[in-house]
């Protein structure tokens, strides 16, 4: 069957008209979605020891050990390190005790045993910390000439970490 000529553009026309109104454009809206974490400094402690082995009394010189502690922090972490005066602190002394028997010592930051290391006037600190495993030395040093009697020796020093904040 023949169509007139008009009669295809109408029937074209018509065509394009139905696919402009069953397919409209779609509408497309952006927003953000905001996202947040804290990390809160912190650290863990690891206690340790320091064995001055024997202390011989006529020797003549100082015997000196050395032992050690360590602690972990978030990365980037500022810290004081502080030593107390031990269970048996007398008058600014430390002593290791046998029974009430008394052997004085020291303990120091540094391995030529200048600095002496307390509580807070002579913290170490320490910073900004990485997040590894860190060891920290701890120096000692009897005296010599000490007149104590023979026995085995020994003391409690608390350490402690404190965030610098």
Do not use: H, K
């Amino acid at each position: 069957m023949l169509f007139p000529s008009s009669f295809r553009s109408i029937n074209g026309g018509l065509a394009f008209a139905l696919v402009a109104v069953t397919a409209p454009p779609a509408l497309a809206q952006n927003a953000d979605l905001s996202v947040t974490a804290e990390i809160q400094a912190s650290c863990v402690l690891n206690g340790g020891s320091l064995d001055f082995g024997t202390y011989t009394s006529t020797a003549g010189t100082d015997t000196e050990g050395q032992g050690s502690f360590s602690y972990q922090c978030t990365n980037g972490t500022n810290i004081f390190l502080s030593l107390g005066g031990g269970q048996n602190e007398e008058e600014g002394t430390r002593a290791m005790a046998s029974g009430t028997d008394r052997l004085a010592y020291e303990l120091y930051r540094d391995p030529a045993r200048q600095q002496v290391w307390r509580s807070e006037s002579d913290a170490l600190s320490v910073g900004p910390t990485s997040a590894a495993l860190e060891t920290v030395q701890v120096y000692g040093l009897i005296p010599q000439g000490q007149t104590s009697p023979a026995g085995n020796y020994n003391d409690v020093v608390q350490i402690t970490l404190t965030l610098d904040q």
